[in-house]
């Protein structure tokens, strides 16, 4: 059996943090509920929420339309914020946690899939939007060159990002409202500026009704679904607060966190799009976005993007470190965070240089929503059943016959569920790239998000209740 401890790390601003997914010992707890809100805040006050909210409009749909899909996907922050208590419960991180559905084995390999690899690569699309807009402002400086720019300006960000995922938990508490109050008057300033220009009678040349309107309303919704859908690492941000934090406090901030900027800024970019029109739908809307806005404007807002960005990677860069720990390799976490970051800015630089940047995009976005809706399903199922109710010394013991080593290391509930709601997407899947055979044979209507979920948590709730799931019961 073995146990990780550590009293030793540090959780302050100013020292970078040694803990892993070492047990946080009640000693070591703080904080409170509430201060989730704005570290949660901080990487939802994005321009890709613009950009996702633009592409609503893009697909047919009205305004009103596209407000009331960006408010029922909203709806999903919930879910992060439901397993963000297990962090505080177990004492570790997510990626520890997750050993209660897989398996001490089972989860290596979902770890290695969900966890470190989808945050490089999660990382290399963020960092690609900070270096193209920032390579815009450079342009207009003189400094113009399609391939150096934007990679100059990807090393820098990065680096600052690394930088700030070594110090960790204790920076990110302390900076992340700040950053979260400087995103927000960057953002609601670029705003105001486009509210002008909004076409508020906007209405399609050719309004969509029956199935060609559901197919454009569900395919918006999955969309708008894997961003939420991909915070399974919630419980990382939430694991130093104290063992005595109320769960509800903790899903509160974490969802409103998550929710308030999603909605505000992916309405915002639905009205863009009616200002912008056809033509500047076209090309980069990015870029676009700057013929809306003052010269002194432009400057200011990839200032923003490059913080957004920076927070956002910051905290998928911290969490992916600890997950190359839980998979088993013997690292610690500041070394772990930098190999992320080198892995996350290589994917970067391939991007710049790759001529099929939007099938690129496409396929991940694909691959999340096909992966992390059913793992987040699998998530709050375990959840809520053990009712929170997790042992970090357990979580901890990897020997055969340990409370989560279930069949030779493989948790069967979990990994059949995890297997059978990913097929299932898949084949309700309607994008440019993939349209599984139930999303065709429907009229492409895309049912991903919902149909794979309900089939993971379904089955794994069944599963749980025979044979297969006696060992996670005791």
Same mark, same amino acid.
């Given at each position: 059996?073995?146990? $990780?401890?550590? !009293?030793?790390?540090?959780?302050?601003?100013t020292r970078p943090e040694t803990r892993g997914i070492e047990l946080i010992a009640d000693a070591e707890r703080h904080g409170r509920a509430r201060d989730l809100f704005l570290i949660w805040a901080a990487p939802g006050v994005s321009i890709l929420n613009f950009t996702i909210g633009a592409t609503l409009v893009l697909l047919g749909l009205q305004l009103w339309q596209a407000f009331a899909v960006i408010l029922v996907a909203a709806q999903l922050w919930v879910l992060p914020g439901i $397993? &963000?208590?297990?962090?505080?419960? &177990?004492?570790?991180?997510?990626?520890?946690?997750?050993? &209660?559905?897989?398996?001490i084995r089972g989860n290596k390999v979902f770890v290695a899939v969900v966890g470190w690899f989808i945050g490089a690569v999660f990382l290399s699309l963020?960092?690609?939007?900070?270096?193209?807009?920032?390579?815009?402002?450079?342009?207009?400086?003189?400094l113009e060159d399609p391939v150096w720019v934007p990679i100059g300006v990807t090393l820098?960000?990065?680096? $600052?990002?690394?930088?700030?995922?070594?110090?960790?938990?204790?920076?990110i508490l302390r900076a992340y409202p700040f950053m979260a109050a400087a995103l927000f008057v960057i953002f609601l300033v670029v705003a105001a500026f486009i509210m002008p220009t909004v076409d508020w009678?906007? &209405?399609?040349? !050719?309004?969509?009704s029956g199935a060609p309107l559901w197919s454009a309303i569900t395919v918006g919704f999955t969309i708008l679904a894997s961003t939420p859908l991909s915070f399974i690492n919630s419980p990382d941000i939430a694991r130093y607060l104290p063992r005595s934090t109320k769960p509800s406090h903790i899903a509160a901030a974490t969802a409103l966190g998550g929710a308030v900027p999603f909605v505000v800024f992916t309405a915002v970019g639905a009205l863009l799009a009616t200002a912008l029109g056809p033509d500047g739908l076209v090309g980069s809307i990015d870029v676009a976005l700057f013929t809306l806005l003052p010269a002194w404007l432009g400057p200011i807002l990839v200032v923003g993007v490059i913080i957004n960005t920076i927070a956002l990677n910051a905290m998928t860069a911290y969490t992916s470190s600890m997950a190359l720990q839980a998979i088993g390799l013997p690292l610690r976490r500041i070394p772990a965070t930098i190999i992320v970051g080198v892995v996350g800015t290589a994917l970067t630089v391939y991007l710049v240089l790759s001529s099929s940047l939007? !099938?690129?995009?496409?396929?991940?976005?694909?691959?999340?929503?096909?992966?992390?809706?059913?793992?987040?399903?699998?998530?709050?199922?375990?959840?809520?059943?053990?009712?929170?109710?997790?042992?970090?010394?357990?979580?901890?013991?990897?020997r055969a016959g340990g409370r989560f080593w279930y069949w030779r290391g493989w948790g069967i509930p979990g990994l059949t569920a995890l297997l059978a709601g990913g097929i299932v997407t898949a084949l309700c899947l309607a994008t440019d790239v993939w349209v599984g055979p139930v999303a065709e044979a429907i009229g492409y209507i895309d049912l991903s998000v919902p149909a794979g979920?309900?089939?993971?948590?379904?089955?794994?709730?069944?599963?749980q209740r025979t044979m297969l799931g006696t060992a996670a019961r005791s």
């Open positions: 059996m073995s146990v $990780i401890t550590d !009293e030793s790390g540090t959780d302050v601003a $397993i &963000a208590a297990s962090g505080p419960a &177990a004492g570790t991180s997510g990626s520890v946690v997750t050993r &209660a559905m897989y398996g963020t960092w690609l939007a900070s270096s193209f807009m920032g390579s815009v402002l450079l342009a207009q400086a003189g820098v960000v990065s680096v $600052i990002t690394v930088v700030v995922a070594v110090f960790g938990h204790g920076l009678s906007y &209405a399609p040349a !050719e309004p969509l939007l !099938e690129a995009a496409n396929l991940m976005l694909q691959f999340l929503v096909v992966v992390s809706g059913p793992a987040m399903a699998v998530f709050v199922v375990d959840v809520l059943m053990r009712r929170y109710a997790y042992d970090g010394v357990d979580l901890f013991d990897d979920m309900l089939v993971s948590a379904g089955l794994y709730a069944l599963l």
